[in-house]
Nanobody, 127 residues
Framework: VQLQASGGGLVQPGGSLRLSCVASGRTFNNDAMGWFRQAPGKEREFVAAIRWSGGSTQYADFVKGRFTMSRDNAKNTVYLEMNSLKAEDTAVYYC?????????????????????WGQGTLVTVSS
């Protein structure tokens, strides 16, 4: 299984970016996917999660109303649309796959729930 994240870059405060994560190597129909981030000197934290089946989502409080996670089942790809970016959103963003069926939202907020991780893509918000 491979997860390939892309779309990071340098953006000014208030700007937007869209991250993508392409999954390959197995069927993901019953999985959930998550985005986490790790800022310099800080621990990795939960950003958002989505269920492949149905597309329901959950977000960390600090991104609600600004970030939107979506998926394209046909392309085995998940996206993270990030708007109104702030300097504190600067981090390496990782996508991850949970291959166990039916994880609760509580579990999907935990890093240990996920079986596979992408390599990360750097988002820098700066003027």
């Amino acid at each position: 299984v491979q997860l390939q994240a892309s779309g990071g870059g340098l953006v000014q405060p208030g700007g937007s970016l869209r991250l993508s994560c392409v999954a390959s190597g197995r069927t993901f129909n019953n999985d959930a996917m998550g985005w986490f981030r790790q800022a310099p000197g800080k621990e990795r934290e939960f950003v958002a999660a989505i269920r492949w089946s149905g597309g329901s989502t959950q977000y960390a409080d600090f991104v609600k109303g600004r970030f939107t996670m979506s998926r394209d089942n046909a392309k085995n790809t998940v996206y993270l649309e990030m708007n109104s970016l702030k300097a504190e959103d600067t981090a390496v963003y990782y996508c991850a796959s949970d291959t166990s069926y039916g994880s609760t939202w509580y579990r999907l907020r935990q890093q240990r729930t996920y079986d596979y991780w992408g390599q990360g893509t750097l988002v820098t918000v700066s003027s």
